[in-house]
């Protein structure tokens, strides 16, 4: 598909590494921008030096503010859909993404660009539809509600005759209707579904990769377990700070205290860590 793909797996299947492996194949297109979940950002960057041996940690780029210098050094950066979408000077920030001139672009959790309106979307768009090869990556493709997927599909492949225009797109595959909508007003309701074979298939020639977990169960490896890195706010910093000075008593402690000590620092971990810990899980 030269470089400019959905992959839709279901969850665990790998799309992590598959997109990096694509990347790598066009590492002579690089820079590399990584868009992303705030909760994947850590874990992006870990994966990347991972499975890149010739990426130095330095290379990699975490933005973490508006005012980032390293747009034009960097060879990867590692952008979140939270930073794009906070502050006042997310203008400016887009400005120098664009004038960065990446090459190559990975969107994870690309379901968070469904919609057409929505000011993320209308931000990084452009992003990926300028770069040369884009990987778009998610779980969840909205196939019972196809007007979901429109922004990424003419993101990828714009002169598709399917989705070569929003009107168009919608009458033959969203069931569009209008619809009275008070005081004389008229709006179209594109959340129906029609002909969703000729869609499916569409896809699966033009842009999309999936495939499910029944399909590949004799492939997979066995579950395992995965570290996963959280950014802590300044309260649970602080917190665990605390814990760090509680845990130098532990060796002189009797064995009653080190036991009484460790299991507190246990609950005040988890606590510590709850915040992060959720807000990674609700944008699983």
Known sequence: MDGRVLIADEMGLGKTLQAIAISL????????????????????????ERWCPDLLPGQINLVRSHHNTDLQRARVTVLTYGIVTNGREK?????????AGFGVVIAD??????????????????????????????????????VELFTLLHALRP??????????????YCDARQRFAGRGRVSLDVRGCSNSEELYELLVR??????????????????????????????????????EQQSQQCPTASEFERNRLLSGMCVEL???????????TLEL
């Open 25 to 48: 194949t066009y590492a002579s297109e690089w820079p590399l921008l990584v868009i992303c979940p705030t909760s994947m950002a850590l874990t992006w960057c870990e994966e990347l």
């Open 91 to 99: 203008e400016l920030l887009m400005s120098k993404i664009s004038a």
């Open 109 to 146: 959790e690309a379901h968070y660009l469904k919609s057409r309106d929505a000011l993320r979307t209308k931000l990084l768009l452009p992003v990926l539809s300028t770069a040369r090869r884009c990987i778009l990556l998610t779980g969840t493709p909205a196939l019972s509600r196809p």
């Open 159 to 172: 002169n598709v005759e399917g989705w070569h225009t929003y009107r168009d797109f919608v009458n033959r």
């Open 206 to 243: 033009h842009v999309m990769v999936r495939r499910l977990k029944a399909d590949v169960l004799t492939q997979l490896p066995e579950k395992r377990r995965q570290r996963v890195l959280l950014s802590l706010d300044a309260k649970a910093s602080r917190a665990l700070g605390a814990m």
């Open 270 to 280: 988890g606590s510590a860590k709850a915040a992060a810990a959720a807000e990674y």
